[in-house]
């Protein structure tokens, strides 16, 4: 089974980041979280990836010929690559351009899936999940798509007034029947017949299809570490668990 990773968007809210290089190319300790992400799916057993590029490109094909010492092969818009310092990784970069909406670059990725199912992921999220059992349950199901539910992390402490008078405080708390999308998903190929083109959003417009069509969604339900990496405090949260070695994804030797 291919794992699919979306690494072609904009990452605006990182801006200072994403001025100079792809979103993906951000860095937790000295590699990027693309690299984490490689390495958590390896742990599982999945070798062969396939990556959306768009926005900034050239940063990530860069960081795998010159940082991981890969020599490329391209054919049009893919770039096949075996990086010599993560033996074992086959990974092919494809690129789908800068505009093209999630959807479109999911759909632009068909043609190296070999018709398969297969996992997916953003490329701004780390996690603890079980991919084992993540695909155990997808197989058992027999729908088309299967997304991760995750609690949202706790942002905000809460109040509790009479009146304007301030009766209790409570710290952050999870919420444990608030569910959102953690994007790890496991999807058959027949989701991209869900996907329209290039403008299509899978996460706006093939979700909720999928949703009306027989209910062919179904969630895996995580109650343990998920964290995205939309902003720099977000990007620095993951850094201060990579360096204190508490970091829930680092699951491999």
């Not at 999940?129 to 809460?158: E, M, N, S, W, Y």
């Not at 009766?167 to 869900?194: C, H, M, T």
């Not at 299509?200 to 995205?228: K, T």
Request: hydrophobic share 40%; net charge neutral; proline share 6%.
């Amino acid at each position: 089974m291919k794992v699919a990773i979306l690494a072609g968007g904009q990452g605006t809210r990182l801006a200072e980041e994403t001025r100079v290089k792809s979103k993906a190319m951000v860095p937790i300790g000295d590699q990027p979280i693309l690299w984490h992400l490689l390495k958590y799916y390896h742990h599982f057993g999945f070798k062969q990836f396939v990556i959306a590029l768009g926005y900034q490109a050239a940063t990530i094909r860069a960081y795998f010929v010159e940082q991981l010492r890969s020599s490329p092969v391209s054919d049009g818009p893919r770039m096949l690559v075996r990086p010599a310092a993560e033996p074992g990784w086959t990974v092919e970069l494809i690129d789908t351009g800068p505009e093209t909406e999630t959807g479109g670059r999911i759909k632009r990725l068909a043609p190296y899936l070999d018709d398969a199912p297969f996992m997916l992921t953003w490329c701004d999220g780390l996690a603890d999940i079980d991919l084992r059992k993540l695909r155990a349950f997808h197989q058992a199901h027999g729908r088309l798509a299967t997304l991760t539910a995750v609690h949202p992390p706790p942002r905000f402490g809460r109040l509790s007034l009479e009146g304007d008078q301030v009766s209790a405080f409570r710290e952050k708390v999870i919420d444990d029947d608030e569910w959102i999308n953690g994007a790890f998903f496991v999807l058959q190929p027949g989701v991209f017949e869900y996907i329209d083109g290039d403008r299509s959003s899978f996460e706006r417009d093939a979700l909720p299809r999928l949703v009306a069509d027989r209910r062919e969604l179904r969630a895996y339900r995580h109650s343990g570490f998920w964290q995205c990496m939309d902003t720099l405090k977000e990007a620095e949260d993951l850094n201060r668990l990579w360096r204190a070695g508490t970091a829930p994804w680092k699951v491999w030797a």
